[in-house]
């Protein structure tokens, strides 16, 4: 499975995680390397009114409970919101 394969983590699973945690609770992905260039990044996902902000980078899902980072430099230089 390439890079290409992957899509952004899913609602579903973002839902999931965060099931038990109220608005503003913040998730992290600390010290994991970007599938692109390889650099340590730490990906920052809170759980906001709207639905879920991410900070650093962004969280892929490419299959079952595998999660890959892409850092904010790899992703185009742009923050993602999930709504």
């Known amino acids: 499975m390439g890079i290409g394969e992957c899509a952004i983590i899913s609602l579903k699973t973002l839902n999931s995680l965060f099931e038990d945690r109220s608005v503003g609770a913040v998730?992290?992905?600390?010290?994991?390397?970007?599938?692109?260039?390889?650099?340590?990044?730490?990906?920052?996902?809170?759980?906001?009114?709207?639905?879920?902000?991410?900070?650093?980078?962004?969280?892929?899902?490419p299959s079952g409970s595998l999660y890959l980072a892409k850092c904010v430099n790899c992703n185009g230089s742009r923050e993602a919101t999930g709504t």
Request: hydrophobic fraction near 40%; include cysteine.
């Open 27 to 61: 998730l992290v992905f600390e010290n994991v390397r970007c599938v692109v260039c390889g650099e340590p990044v730490s990906v920052k996902i809170q759980k906001t009114s709207g639905g879920y902000g991410f900070l650093n980078g962004i969280i892929l899902e």
